[in-house]
């Protein structure tokens, strides 16, 4: 399962999901669900504000978990 590590990152660098919502103009209700590990799908356009805002690469801002019980 891939996960993001937004909610770590905003926290670390004390940023609230409002101001990254204001600061990069990007819906915050979106941004809201990122952070909540409840988006399905991340907008690629999205990704590239984020990383180029919070000065992280991709991999820093998305996880991957193995999910053992999944049996998929």
Aim: net charge negative; aromatic share 6%; charged share 30%.
């Amino acid at each position: 399962m891939i996960k993001t590590n937004l909610q770590t990152i905003l926290d670390d660098k004390d940023i609230s999901i409002r101001q990254v919502s204001r600061d990069i103009d990007y819906r915050l209700e979106t941004v809201r669900l990122l952070y909540h590990n409840q988006l399905e799908r991340i907008p690629k356009d999205l990704l590239d504000k984020l990383c180029s805002y919070l000065s992280v690469s991709p991999g820093d801002l998305l996880i991957y978990e193995d999910n053992e019980n999944d049996n998929n």
